[in-house]
């Protein structure tokens, strides 16, 4: 029986992964987004090999995106700095370039985009700012950005926020960046930093919303702290970072998975299991939500959503778990003084966790048809 196309509210990686896995097997969804062209969101743009992987089985390349290659990992902090090989190659890549290209993707193989800002999610109805939006299920894969209905509940204590800018490319930035993603730990937070495919830099911060506090609510006042206090910021900073914009989200659940959801809704992507973002394996989890989302959409139609969400839940616990002692570790003074060793002497400790915060692999849904 011919069912009629399910809706899929969020063009990021969850929603583009689940169109794409849903058009290859002659399911048509509908793709909805706020925004008719891509636009680059906050995201330190680390694409792990494992991220790396599920991108070609969906029939996106990141090296061919011009992706800048990865091969280590840099730690910095009090003053000290540690590299260590990654335990396979990975990449640096613009989101901006990253989601145009998956949705190109979805729509070359059937998915249609319709653009409206959801408002509020009614059972399986979205209600746009244009018109309200049904289809056979919902896939809510509005990432960090929760809709009135179906918002995730708030973390008590001290939240953390994400904060982004764009550094211009710079031969002194590439100099010191290629081949590498970088963690400069501070005591509540870390900033990361990879270089693009376009040779600009995306430094990313997540930090517990007291530091910002303690900086007068200042983001730029917040960057100049950090950066008086380590020289390898001075160096990769300059001075013409002050001139970027200063991207901000707040209040991100880290650690946060859904257990379980109603017949008809597929939570994807950050709406079903958020996981700190040290790990550089966001994506990777969106990917696979969006493919397993859609995998039980065919088999099983609407009615299957909570066994997919259980199912979803079970692969991503582990990694969160390792993700969320890595993030504890790392934000604490004492972490922050043992991480470097750590790295330098007991380096398969470390590709363990590396290794134990990425969601295992699962079989490719469909064979990927001859890329058009
Ligand atoms: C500081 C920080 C750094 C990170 N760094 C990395 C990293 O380096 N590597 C990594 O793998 N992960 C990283 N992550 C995690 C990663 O960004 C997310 O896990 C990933 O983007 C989730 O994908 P998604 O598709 O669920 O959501 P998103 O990427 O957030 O996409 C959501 C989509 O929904 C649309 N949308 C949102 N609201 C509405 C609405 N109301 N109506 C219509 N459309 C809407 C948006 O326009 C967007 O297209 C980081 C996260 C943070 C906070």
């Not at 008809?264 to 990917?287: H, K, N, T």
């Not at 002692?325 to 330098?344: D, M, V, W, Y």
Request: aromatic share 4%; with cysteine; charged share 20%.
């Amino acid at each position: 029986m011919r069912r009629t196309a399910p809706l899929i509210l969020g063009a990021g990686p969850a929603g583009c992964a689940a169109a794409i896995a849903l058009a290859r097997n002659g399911a048509a969804p509908v793709l909805l987004d706020r925004d008719a062209k891509v636009r680059d969101c906050l995201c330190g743009g680390f694409l792990s090999w494992r991220t790396a992987e599920q991108l070609r089985s969906l029939g996106v390349d990141p090296e061919a995106l011009g992706a800048n290659p990865v091969e280590r990992l840099a730690l910095f902090a009090n003053g000290q700095e540690a590299v260590v090989p990654l335990p396979a190659p990975a990449w640096g890549l613009s989101r901006r370039t990253l989601d145009d290209a998956l949705r190109r993707r979805a729509m070359v193989l059937g998915a249609t985009l319709e653009v409206d800002t959801a408002r509020e999610v009614q059972g399986q109805t979205v209600v746009g700012q244009v018109r309200r939006w049904t289809g056979d299920g919902l896939f809510l894969a509005t990432g960090k950005h929760d809709v009135r209905g179906q918002s995730r509940p708030r973390l008590s204590g001290d939240p953390e926020l994400g904060l982004r800018v764009r550094l211009p490319a710079t031969a002194t930035r590439h100099d010191l960046l290629a081949g590498r993603i970088e963690l400069h730990l501070f005591t509540g937070g870390y900033a990361g930093m990879v270089m693009q495919e376009d040779g600009s830099a995306n430094l990313c911060l997540a930090l517990r919303k007291s530091v910002l506090a303690a900086c007068g609510w200042t983001p730029a006042r917040l960057l100049a702290n950090l950066v008086s206090h380590s020289l390898a910021l001075q160096d990769r900073l300059g001075g013409d970072w002050q001139g970027q914009a200063i991207e901000s989200i707040g209040a991100i659940p880290y650690g946060w998975i859904a257990e379980t959801s109603p017949p008809g809704l597929f939570r994807l992507g950050d709406q079903a299991a958020v996981i700190p973002s040290l790990a550089g394996e966001g994506i990777s989890i969106a990917l696979a939500s969006g493919e397993l989302a859609a995998r039980h959409w065919l088999e099983g139609g609407r009615a299957s959503a909570p066994a997919y969400q259980r199912a979803l839940a079970k692969r991503a616990t582990g990694p969160l778990r390792s993700a969320k002692l890595a993030r504890a570790f790392a934000e604490s003074p004492i972490g922050a003084r043992l991480a470097l060793p750590l790295a330098r002497h007991a380096q398969p400790l470390l590709h363990w966790l590396m290794d134990s915060s990425r969601i295992p692999p699962d079989a490719p849904l469909a064979q990927a048809p001859a890329a058009p």
